[in-house]
């Protein structure tokens, strides 16, 4: 639809570095107006450099850009917004203790006053099919609905290019669906969409050019419609990628007693703007691999805090081969063989300042009998993480370096290698892959299946719905701190997923 | 006990509770900017200490306050150089500054004990002072005073009416996302801190200028501690603020008075009544629902664009 248009933005030879990153190099592409742009790569391939640099946050060192044909050297994202850049954040840049119209007026100019703010998000959250209460507290807003109040504010000031930053990350199939019909019928109305994803089939659903960037540069220019998403994962990756693979099903799996067994798992939220569990009920036989999807913020952090023991709960809410566990704290799990990787890497599963043999013995110590009449056992602390090093492949000097220091892929093979390492019976991971290249993701899944083979029982929690696909015997999904009836994986359809997950949240397709 | 008169104890407790409302409400725009001072109690005794030398000096109340303000505010912009320039940890940087302050007020009041500063006289409402009890309690006043009350409502309305208030707390609810918008985070917080300074400044002239009125070391006495607990207790609303104030001074007031009759409660019970009593009713007012979130998101968090 784009071919005959003529052309909005232009960059020549973009260069970024900061210190010991070359974050951009030489970087040309262009868009055209009422066209749906990709910019595909890898987690630190560049893209989010580069659109900041569009949006006035960063400053190119080398190179230039054209907006309409003029220089365009934004020096805020104020300017950048004038000359009629509009920007959704991957990270949301949204404010939780605002309601939905402060957190619009806050992303414009030159706001009306609040009353007549709300009246025109009203009206625009209509004409594209994206319901919103402006006076609602952003807080309580789901993911997807959050982002529907990052669309409008950039809708409420007319751009003429929506820059997309993996918008759907965190959406439902069937509000992904939505979301495609809204960016069609914008790009439909000639606004250029640039569009940041590394998930091929979407677009090749959705865009009409895709730039590539792979470690900074441009590696290629493609039409996602006419390239297969192996071509585009190849482009993208730099070699070919394996997918991983299981030996065979540990003996009995499906028969067996389960491993882990949650029965009516009720509790309030300790978490600010949390959500609490409502009657969660699951099992989890030797050898099977449980996969729990869900938008992010229905339940899963808590689910992750009550199965840890960090949040405690009626003891036979969880049992563990037959042993109630549920008032137990997290220690005195992990003495029977439960171990959990939370989600956030830095923070919550390893500390940032301290050592990987220090983050080693923070969770080993009991399994591995680290800790002898109080006092730390260095030498095995040690030899653990540079078990855990070989064994996971972690690229680290050495074991003394801070965890912080280290990517994050690999710390997290560091932090999964370090639980799947104490060869345990429970395995529970949220968000195994979470923002992690796609080497060590497959490393790390394959990880997990090996673990599965050999008897362990597994619940695997994620966002990303191709992963569980791939790994999980079993499938069920959180939705408002409630869990579906898990069901086998082979044979659920997109729609079924999405269903189990929430279906659209209310949001209906727009109808103007 | 019956010689206490009601309106002469609330007209009272309105003067005493001005040098911990001023600060509280400065420090609360600071912490709404998501900038945790704790040195408070530093910038309130060098607005005492700034505020009495020029007042002395220049045989003007109006002109120790404002000294009062500027000793405050440049206490506080050393705290800004620490923790925006130098990202250096609030907390610590914030209970140095009123170590800092203690020392060098002390320093800088070598030579001024025993002096009378100026008088601030009671503005002349003419005729309505005699209007029974209001009169005493509403028209009795020096306009610092009437000063303060302005300050409540003005601080409440820019921090629920004005775009530069909704900017404000949008920065101290997440600097990352207020960044991104390209709000200038540093400026804002720089400007919130100066604020906060002046008010505590003044807040602590008005001790060493009116309340006490000479100069001592140590003048403040933990004001500034208390207007630091009466912000998170007032869960960072300015009314509330205005509450705890007084209720603190009402306290201050009240036991005095019973000291003064001769009361039977051994004065050293009186003496921790009013800070006991204010940190119990906040606590209780802030308890219950919602109280998790009042608190600026940001609150303590340094921040660093990288560009």
């Not at chain 1, 009306?112 to 402006?134: E, F, H, M, N, T």
């Not at chain 1, 362990?456 to 939705?479: G, P, R």
């Not at chain 2, 910038?43 to 700034?50: S, V």
Request: charged fraction near 15%; include cysteine; glycine fraction near 12%.
């Amino acid at each position: 639809m784009s071919a005959d248009q003529p052309i909005l933005f232009i960059a020549e030879g973009i260069g970024k570095s900061y210190p010991g990153v070359r974050a951009n190099d030489d970087v040309n592409f262009a868009i055209k107006r009422g066209e749906i742009h990709a910019l595909l790569g890898e987690n630190g391939a560049g893209k989010s450099t580069l659109v900041k640099m569009i949006y006035g946050l960063v400053k190119p060192d080398q190179g230039h850009m054209e907006w309409l044909g003029a220089p365009f050297a934004p020096a805020d994202p104020a300017r950048a917004r004038a000359a009629g850049v509009g920007m959704v954040f991957q990270h949301f840049s949204l404010f939780e203790a605002l309601n939905v119209a402060e957190n619009v007026a806050l992303g414009m100019e030159n706001p009306p006053r609040l009353a007549q703010l709300s009246a025109k998000i009203s009206k625009v959250s209509a004409d594209y099919g994206l319901p919103l209460d402006p006076a609602r507290r952003v807080g309580d807003l789901s993911a997807g609905e959050r982002q529907r109040v990052e669309i409008i504010r950039c809708l409420l000031q007319s751009p003429k290019l929506l820059i997309m930053d993996e918008p759907t990350s965190v959406l439902t199939p069937q509000e992904v669906e939505i979301l495609f019909k809204t960016l069609r019928q914008l790009a439909a109305e000639g606004t250029a969409i640039l569009y940041i994803s590394h998930k091929l089939e979407e677009i090749r659903v959705l865009c009409d050019r895709a730039t590539i960037l792979r470690r900074g540069k441009v590696v290629a220019t493609a039409y996602p419609a006419k390239t297969t998403a192996r071509e585009m994962a190849e482009l993208m990756v730099g070699s070919a990628l394996a997918s991983p693979a299981r030996a065979g099903k540990a003996q009995g799996a499906a028969q067996g007693a389960p491993a882990l067994e949650v029965r009516g798992l009720s509790a309030p939220s300790p978490i600010p703007f949390g959500t609490s569990l409502k009657d969660i009920s699951f099992a989890v036989a030797k050898g099977e691999v449980l996969g729990i999807a869900g938008v992010a913020g229905n339940g899963q952090d808590e689910l992750v805090l009550a199965l840890s023991g960090e949040m405690a709960c009626a003891a036979d809410m969880i049992r563990a081969k037959g042993e109630s566990i549920g008032a137990m704290g997290p220690n005195a799990r992990r003495a029977r063989g439960f171990v959990v990787a939370p989600e956030d890497r830095l923070g919550h599963a390893a500390a940032p300042d301290m050592s990987l043999v220090e983050n080693a013995f923070l969770t080993g110590a009991v399994q591995r009998k680290l800790a002898r009449r109080g006092f730390v056992h260095w030498a095995g602390a040690k030899a653990f993480a540079e078990e855990i090093i070989a064994a996971f492949d972690v690229r680290t000097p050495s074991s003394d370096v801070a965890a912080r220091a280290l990517s994050g892929g690999n710390l997290q093979k560091f932090v999964i290698g370090r639980e799947l390492r104490q060869s345990p019976d429970v395995i529970v991971i949220n968000q195994p892959t979470w923002g992690v290249d796609a080497a060590a993701a497959a490393f790390i899944r394959q990880a997990i299946l090996t673990c599965a083979e050999g008897g362990a029982a597994v619940v695997v929690i994620s966002q990303d719905l191709d992963e569980l696909m791939e790994i999980s015997d079993n499938f069920a999904a959180l939705n408002e701190g409630r869990l579906s009836v898990p069901r086998p994986r082979a044979g659920l359809t997109m729609e079924e997923i999405g269903l189990m997950m929430g279906g659209a949240h209310g949001m209906e397709v727009a109808h103007v | 006990m019956g010689d206490i008169n009601l309106s002469v104890l609330i007209a009272s407790l309105m003067v005493a509770s001005v040098p911990i409302l001023l600060a509280a409400l400065g420090e609360m725009v600071t912490e709404k900017a998501g900038v945790l001072n704790l040195g408070v109690e530093g910038m309130m005794i060098m607005g005492a200490i700034c505020g009495f030398i020029a007042a002395v000096g220049t045989g003007s109340p109006l002109a120790g306050f404002i000294a009062g303000a500027a000793g405050g505010a440049g206490l506080s912009l050393l705290f800004a150089l620490l923790t925006l320039g130098f990202l250096a940890n609030q907390v610590a940087t914030g209970l140095a500054l009123t170590l800092f302050g203690l020392g060098l007020s002390a320093l800088m009041g070598q030579g001024y004990t025993g002096i009378k500063p100026p008088a601030t006289v009671e503005i002349d409402f003419g005729t309505l002072t005699d209007i029974p009890f209001l009169g005493r309690v509403l028209f009795s006043h020096d306009w610092v005073v009437y000063f303060s009350l302005f300050m409540v409502a003005a601080v409440w309305w820019f921090i629920t009416r004005t775009r530069a208030g909704l900017v404000l707390r949008a920065v101290g609810e997440s600097a990352e996302a207020a960044h991104a918008l390209g709000y200038k985070v540093a400026r804002i917080r720089l400007a919130a801190i100066a604020f906060g300074g002046a008010m505590a400044g003044m807040g602590g002239a008005y001790i060493s200028l009116i309340r006490v009125p000479q100069w001592t070391d140590g003048i403040t006495a933990g004001a500034g501690w208390i207007a630091l607990a009466i912000v998170v207790f007032a869960s960072w609303r300015p009314v509330r603020v205005l509450v705890g104030a007084y209720l603190f001074g009402g306290i201050t007031v009240l036991q005095l008075n019973l000291q003064a009759a001769g009361s039977s409660i051994p004065v050293e019970y009186l003496s921790m009544a009013p800070y006991l009593v204010t940190i119990v009713v906040l606590v209780a007012i802030s308890a219950g629902k919602g109280r998790k979130t009042d608190a600026p998101a940001a609150l303590g968090q340094n921040f660093h664009s990288v560009r």
